[in-house]
């Protein structure tokens, strides 16, 4: 994705904005959407880039319209979350952070966030990591459901949060002996 033209990044960014506009009710804040103004930056300052150890992906139906995103970054670009669990997250830069999981809602329920989620860890295991993070709105019991059932584990809330956790154990690391 970071490699893609900036229309199509910045398709994905406002794609990730309407979704959470339409899903949790709120508008664009810097503090915590800075990641996704990130993605129309060069590789150097986008977290989501290779160089930065992370990857991001559009999906989008025959038609050609965007359905759904995610992408994956190292926890330290949000120094909070590693300030919050220190003896969890003690060095951010060797921990996977799961953002962005995002279907557009009459493509929900059909299989895109596992699909997704299963492409994240995959990748986040090639570059090198071997813990996933994410965080969920503790008000959407749905989505706290999900994570659970694709084996993230509770780690703790703070505010609004809910925090999740879970071991990389992806065929790569099985064959190679890491898990």
Same mark, same amino acid.
């Given at each position: 994705?970071?490699?893609?033209?900036s229309?199509?990044?910045?398709?994905?960014?406002?794609?990730?904005?309407?979704?959470i506009k339409e899903f949790y009710g709120f508008d664009y804040r810097r503090d915590w959407h800075i990641d996704l103004d990130t993605?129309?930056?060069p590789p150097a300052e986008n977290?989501?880039? !290779?160089q930065n150890r992370g990857a991001f992906w559009?999906?989008?139906d025959v038609r050609g319209d965007l359905v759904a995103t995610a992408g994956v970054r190292h926890l330290a670009w949000k120094p909070n979350i590693v300030a919050m669990f220190p003896d969890r997250y003690e060095r951010g830069e060797e921990i996977a952070s799961l953002w962005r999981v995002y279907v557009r809602k009459d493509q929900r329920g059909h299989g895109l966030g596992r699909w997704l989620t299963t492409l994240c860890e995959g990748e986040a295991d090639r570059l090198g990591y !071997?813990?996933?993070?994410l965080h969920a709105s503790s008000d959407a019991p749905a989505t706290l459901a999900f994570w659970q059932a694709v084996g993230y584990r509770f780690v703790g809330t703070c505010e609004?949060?809910?925090?999740?956790?879970?071991?990389i154990t992806t065929a790569a690391t099985r064959d190679s002996g890491l898990a």
């Open positions: 994705m970071p490699e893609e033209p229309c199509s990044r910045a398709e994905a960014r406002q794609f990730c904005l309407d979704t993605l129309l930056l977290h989501y880039s !290779r559009t999906l989008r !071997r813990t996933m993070y609004t949060s809910t925090h999740f956790d879970k071991q």
